[in-house]
């Protein structure tokens, strides 16, 4: 069994303290979605960017959209075409029903697995990469979601966060602009620290970037394992790459279920 300790703020993923948080951002700056941004805005702006990344669950993401949608706010949900947590053909009345409540839906890609060691083009992309993007893209497309226009990485390398701002098209949320204010709550943790203050103590950015993911709230507060495992307990974790992916979004997670795994 692994044992694994994250560092990080985590003392509050309620429902109530994102409306502060979101509050906070509008205090100061306007918020928009990914595909709104423009490199050559007055730097006068000061611009927020609210991006989910849907790794687990789009029934918690569903829940996160009508909210802000109750707050007049509108932001970027990120979706992955392929993933064994979710079917997004299956699924797609909630993806439509994001939409419906005003949110870009976006594309959420993984290319970790993608054969590297070829040569990049203008995007910082591999042959197959590209071609991973593109029918990733495709199959959201699919689903009834027209004019895909922004895209971020499940687990990034570090060619792609040093990325051009757009990628097939799409505005490339790694890009370095994006990345110069950046808030995150990945691994169920902001590792700058209680995110309000970080909001505060980055007022005087031209852009921030501020990246949640659904799977860590809810009405009230819970540890991050806790909340993480009411949605994977549901997984047959004896699967291989289920495992694979439930531990890589939250290693944690791996020590609660590695006793009981069946390997095949």
Not at 24 to 49: H, I, M
Not at 80 to 93: I, K, N, V
Request: with cysteine; glycine share 4%.
């Amino acid at each position: 069994m692994r044992s694994v300790d994250l560092e990080g703020w985590a003392e509050d993923f309620s429902y109530d303290y994102y409306r502060t948080l979101l509050e906070t951002l509008r205090a100061t700056f306007e918020l928009r979605t990914l595909s709104e941004y423009r490199p050559d805005r007055s730097p006068d702006d000061r611009v927020a960017f609210v991006r989910h990344d849907i790794d687990v669950c789009l029934e918690r993401a569903v829940e996160m959209a009508e909210l802000e949608y109750e707050l007049g706010v509108r932001s970027t949900y990120m979706v992955l075409p392929d993933t064994p947590l979710y079917d997004l053909e299956e699924e797609r009345d909630l993806l439509h029903l994001i939409h419906e409540f005003g949110h870009e839906i976006a594309l959420h890609c993984d290319l970790s697995d993608v054969e590297s060691d070829e040569p990049v083009d203008r995007d910082g992309l591999t042959p197959s990469e590209r071609r991973r993007v593109d029918a990733a893209k495709r199959r959201l497309e699919a689903v009834g979601i027209d004019s895909v226009a922004s895209v971020s990485f499940h687990r990034p390398s570090e060619r792609v966060l040093e990325g051009s701002r757009t990628i097939d098209g799409m505005v490339n949320a790694y890009n370095p602009e994006l990345l110069s204010a950046y808030l995150s709550d990945s691994s169920g943790r902001w590792r700058e620290g209680d995110p309000l203050d970080s909001i505060l103590e980055r007022a005087d950015a031209d852009r921030l970037q501020v990246l949640t993911h659904p799977v860590w709230w809810g009405g009230e507060h819970e540890h991050p394992l806790e909340r993480f495992a009411a949605v994977a307990d549901r997984f047959d974790a004896s699967d291989p790459r289920t495992y694979e992916e439930l531990i890589s979004i939250y290693a944690p997670y791996a020590e609660r279920i590695d006793a009981d795994r069946v390997l095949v």
